[in-house]
């Protein structure tokens, strides 16, 4: 049975920073591309960053670049966004998404605000 566990989310202020994780199982990680996505409050879901499965390229979102690192531990079984200098148009659910499934996290509430 696939699953994709996020965690990490919360309430920071701006200019904080969070690390997000989203443990997989039932799947073999290593050889899949893994993204995160967000869905801010009334606006459709957009991606934020995806990495291979070696680790090796990463891409992100021009509103995240530079601010945002995705990463992966393929001995975990977990990918990583590390999300620095937050900002409130950073809030959202944010969802772990592996590709070559068409499979879905459940999501993590990130909140940005004073």
């Known amino acids: 049975q696939v699953q994709l566990v996020e965690s990490g989310g919360g309430l920071v202020q701006p200019g904080g920073s969070l690390r997000l994780s989203c443990t997989a199982s039932?799947?073999?990680?290593?050889?899949?591309?893994m993204a995160w996505y967000r869905q801010p409050p009334g606006k459709e879901r957009e991606l934020v960053a995806s990495?291979?499965?070696?680790?090796?390229?990463?891409k992100y979102a021009d509103s995240v670049r530079g601010r945002f690192t995705i990463s992966r531990d393929n001995d975990r079984n977990t990918v990583y966004l590390q999300m620095n200098s937050l900002k409130p148009e950073d809030t959202a659910v944010y969802y772990c998404?592996?590709?070559?499934?068409?499979?879905w996290g459940r999501g993590t509430q990130v909140t940005v605000s004073s």
């Open positions: 998404y592996a590709p070559t499934l068409s499979y």
């Open positions: 039932g799947f073999t990680f290593q050889y899949s591309g």
């Open positions: 990495i291979s499965s070696s680790g090796g390229h990463a």
